[in-house]
């Protein structure tokens, strides 16, 4: 059976400024979704990471579906006259145009989305992130389908000794998409010169090279090629596949222990570690911490069933505790040297004007 799985995700306004969204904003999206998901959608799912809204959606239509799409934006609309009528900050904010034009892919919300066979069992993690960027899930991604040191897998299961597919975006290129197809393991060092660069490459999916089924599926969008100035960071979704001909669960959540230092956290300006967090976590230090949720679901012909909290477990709160450390020994050096972004990446640009007018004041000593 054909199902299509999207996840479609926004921040439509929140509390206390990039916190969470309200119960009643939350009620909204899930009440508008409910009540015309029939017909439309085989299941659904609701959350929030941080100030962001995810729709998970399973369906027939296929991907890039003006319905399916239609459905997410007015769902948002209806969340954001709560959340103007509420007063939370940035209402609607993610809604970048005013009009839907069948497809929500550059108008602000961010889309990951597949169409699949479904497998008589279907495993598949479904990641929301906070207060980063889409190419904060490259790292994990070459590590978990490209190195046998995150993925034993690689060496050790006949079904994926192929290697994997990578299709990468630049996401600087604004007049289409501009991408590349790379295969692992024979373009390994072309594909670690482009991941290495996370605000101008990302993923967009992975594909299997022994069946050419798709693994992985990335929120791409950039807002501020969209908006044309700052409006907040791309917070990234991600579909993963997982176990047999694709990496097991384990192999591909190993790389988050890392919590390696992504962009994000205040005023998206700052190398922060990626913090692995339980599902429907708020903000709570520095506008962050960078942060990553993680669900786990057994699909049956399109039902998604009782979704695990993967970040949920013992084991991840001492990477919580390393990550919280990580991010205190950066955040120490305040605005010095790698502890924030470069130039380009500053999203906020009163700094340019600062620096300009300090250029008029240098002058070349005789
Ligand atoms: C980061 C983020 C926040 C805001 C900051 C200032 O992605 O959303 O750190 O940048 O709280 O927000 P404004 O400019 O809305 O006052
Ligand atoms: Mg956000
Ligand atoms: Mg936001």
């Given at each position: ?223 501020h090629n969209i908006a044309g100035k700052y409006v907040g960071k ?121 620096l300009h007018r300090l250029e008029e004041k240098f002058s070349v000593?005789?």
């Amino acid at each position: 059976m054909k199902v299509t799985i999207s996840a479609i995700k926004a921040d439509i306004g929140a509390i206390a400024g990039h916190i969470c969204p309200s119960p009643g904003v939350v009620n909204a999206v899930t009440e508008f979704v409910k009540k015309n998901a029939k017909g439309l959608l085989i299941d659904y799912y609701i959350g929030y990471c941080g100030d962001d809204i995810h729709i998970l959606m399973t369906h027939q239509r296929g991907v890039g579906s003006a319905e399916i799409h239609g459905l997410a934006w007015e769902a948002f609309k209806a969340g954001t006259a709560v959340a103007k009528a509420e007063g939370l900050y940035g209402a609607g904010q993610d809604l970048l145009k005013d009009s839907f034009s069948g497809n929500v892919r550059g108008l602000g919300p961010g889309v990951a989305e597949m169409e699949i066979e479904e497998r008589p069992a279907e495993p598949f993690l479904f990641f929301a992130a906070d207060k980063t960027e889409p190419g904060a899930f490259n790292l994990p991604l070459y590590l978990a389908f490209a190195d046998p040191m995150y993925c034993p897998g690689l060496m050790l299961s006949p079904t994926m000794a192929a290697g994997f597919s990578f299709t990468i975006m630049d996401v600087n290129y604004t007049e289409g998409d501009r991408i590349i197809k790379l295969n692992a393991p024979e373009d390994l060092y072309d594909i670690a010169a482009l991941l290495r660069d996370n605000h101008r490459f990302v993923i967009e999916s992975i594909h299997s090279r022994k069946t050419g089924e798709i693994a992985v599926a990335c929120s791409t969008t950039r807002l501020h090629n969209i908006a044309g100035k700052y409006v907040g960071k791309d917070d990234p979704v991600m579909l993963v596949r997982v176990q047999s001909q694709f990496p097991a669960t384990g192999e591909v959540l190993a790389p988050f222990e890392i919590a390696h230092y992504v962009a994000g956290d205040c005023r998206g300006s700052h190398n922060v570690p990626l913090m692995p967090v339980k599902k429907n976590s708020t903000i709570g230090y520095f506008d962050g911490p960078a942060m990553v949720q993680c669900l786990g679901f057994s699909m049956k012909e399109g039902k998604l069933g009782t979704p695990v909290d993967i970040f949920d477990h013992p084991y991840w709160d001492w990477v919580r505790q390393k990550a919280a450390q990580k991010m205190s020994e950066i955040r120490r050096q305040g605005f010095s040297g790698p502890a924030m972004v470069g130039m380009e990446e500053l999203e906020y640009g009163g700094i340019a004007e600062r620096l300009h007018r300090l250029e008029e004041k240098f002058s070349v000593r005789k």
